[in-house]
């Protein structure tokens, strides 16, 4: 599975993003995606994760309520729609695909990353 992750720029506090993440194959391989992020010096954390067929979801504390992950199916794509986005969320942002069926947040059940895009937000 090969993943080309794009959206990410520069904007201000307050702001808004919307990331992209296109598989190139799911079934059989992917069952679930995951958006994680590696700020400088900072290990990766995970942001956001959910399943290809129920479409279920689950977030990290510091991201509920402002960022929502949904897919696309019939595009293999996953979306991550980042807003009031704050300083902190300054990093550089990963997709990966898992086999599991599960909802999963650690960077160990995933199988495929893509290769990142960077998110910086100025105060």
């Known amino acids: 599975v090969q993943l080309q992750a794009s959206g990410g720029g520069l904007v201000q506090t307050g702001a808004s993003l919307r990331l992209s993440c296109v598989a190139s194959e799911r079934t059989g391989s992917s069952y679930g995606m995951g958006w994680f992020r590696q700020a400088p010096g900072k290990e990766r954390e995970f942001v956001a994760a959910?399943?290809?067929?129920?479409?279920?979801?689950y977030y990290a504390d510091s991201v509920k309520g402002r960022f929502t992950i949904s897919r696309e199916s019939a595009r293999n794509t996953v979306y991550l729609q980042m807003n009031t986005l704050k300083p902190e969320d300054t990093a550089v942002y990963y997709c990966a695909s898992t086999r599991s069926m599960r909802t999963e947040v650690a960077v160990a059940y995933y199988d495929y990353w893509g290769q990142g895009t960077q998110v910086t937000v100025s105060s």
């Open positions: 959910i399943t290809w067929a129920g479409g279920n979801t």
